[in-house]
């Protein structure tokens, strides 16, 4: 599989927004899976985690952080680069998603081309 055609778990539990990230991402040529559920996505990243190249959470969401679902995602395949993204960053929430093992932390308002060129950036390296 080319870098190009990675495949991207993304979680969001704004159904438009994670439908305008999917489309981005699609646009840039990589596969994604698209779920609004972190619950649900976790079930599916630990069914098959070898499918995915790289996971996009929401920080803030019901049942599950994207903290929260980071650490479980990074204890079964500490490689898989996971970034986060939020409308409200909160240093203490920061501080311990980089030392679980989280790329970095975007802020929601960011342009989703933006993320699309990052993501492309951190698969490349």
Do not use: C, N, W
């Amino acid at each position: 599989m080319t870098k190009e055609r990675a495949h991207i778990l993304v979680i969001d539990d704004e159904e438009v927004l994670l439908d305008l990230v999917s489309e981005v991402l699609e646009d840039h040529g990589f596969i994604v899976t698209a779920l609004t559920s972190a619950p649900h996505a976790r079930d599916v990243f630990l069914g098959r985690p070898s499918a995915f190249d790289l996971v996009v959470a929401d920080e803030l969401m019901p049942e599950l952080s994207g903290t929260d679902l980071a650490q479980e995602i990074l204890a079964i395949r500490p490689d898989i680069p996971v970034i986060l993204y939020t409308d409200y960053p909160e240093v203490s929430s920061e501080k311990r998603a980089k030392a679980i093992g989280v790329r970095t932390i975007l802020k929601k308002s960011s342009r989703t081309e933006e993320l699309a060129l990052y993501i492309k950036h951190v698969l490349e390296a």
